[in-house]
C-alpha cells in the first residue's frame, strides 16, 4: 500500500486552514496505481454475494460502479438534497458546525438486497453512517464499507461496529 500511497498528493490548508487534504486525483491518473487500487478493492469482497454497491457523493461515484460490476451487483447513488428526479428517503446527519443530508431513491434498494456502501474516504464516519441509516431505512442489509482510503486517527470506523470496513490506505497521523 506504500506505493500507492505515495501517489496521493496531500494539500495542506485545502479547504481551510489546518486541514490536510489527501488529494487522490493523482492517483487515479496513474495508469498502474488506479488499476491496483481498484484490483484490491475488488479482491475484498470475492465470493461475497452483493445485491447493490451505494456509492456516496461525489467521489465514491468514482470507486462503487466499478465494484458492482466486478461484483455483478447494481449501482445506486447516495447524493445530496435535490439532485435525484424521483421520490427519495432522507437522513441528516450531524457535521462539526451544523448538519448535512442525503438522499436515495426510495426504490433503489429492495427489503433484503445485500448491499456494500463505498466511498473515496472514511475520516469522521458521520457520512457513511448516514448512507447506513439510509439503506436500512428502506430494508437493505448492510454487508460492508469499502473505502480507497481511512484517516485512522479519526475513529470513523468506530461508527461502524457492526460492519465489515475495508479500506486499503490508512493514515495514522
Do not use: W
Not at 46 to 59: P, S
Not at 103 to 117: K, N, S, T
Not at 150 to 157: K, S, T, V, Y
Amino acid at each position: 500500500m506504500n506505493e500507492l500511497k505515495k501517489l496521493i498528493r496531500e494539500v495542506p490548508d485545502y479547504p481551510k486552514p489546518g486541514i490536510l487534504f489527501y488529494d487522490l486525483t493523482t492517483l487515479l491518473k496513474d495508469k498502474k496505481g488506479f488499476h491496483t487500487l481498484i484490483d484490491l478493492l475488488c479482491e475484498h469482497y470475492d465470493g461475497h454475494k452483493i445485491d447493490i454497491v451505494a456509492g456516496i457523493e461525489a467521489r465514491g461515484f468514482i470507486f462503487a460502479p466499478v465494484l458492482a460490476y466486478r461484483l455483478g451487483a447494481g449501482f445506486v447513488p447516495v447524493r445530496k438534497p435535490k439532485k435525484l428526479p424521483a421520490k427519495t428517503a432522507s437522513v441528516s446527519y450531524a457535521l462539526e458546525y451544523g448538519t448535512d443530508t442525503l438522499e436515495i431513491h426510495e426504490d433503489a434498494v429492495q427489503r433484503g438486497d445485500r448491499v456494500i456502501i463505498c466511498d473515496d474516504l472514511l475520516a469522521t464516519g458521520g457520512t457513511a453512517v448516514a448512507t447506513v441509516k439510509l439503506v436500512q431505512q428502506l430494508g437493505g442489509v448492510v454487508d460492508g464499507a469499502a473505502f480507497a482510503v481511512e484517516l485512522a486517527f479519526l475513529n470513523g470506523r468506530k461508527k461502524l461496529p457492526d460492519l465489515d470496513v475495508f479500506s486499503l490506505i490508512q493514515y495514522d497521523k
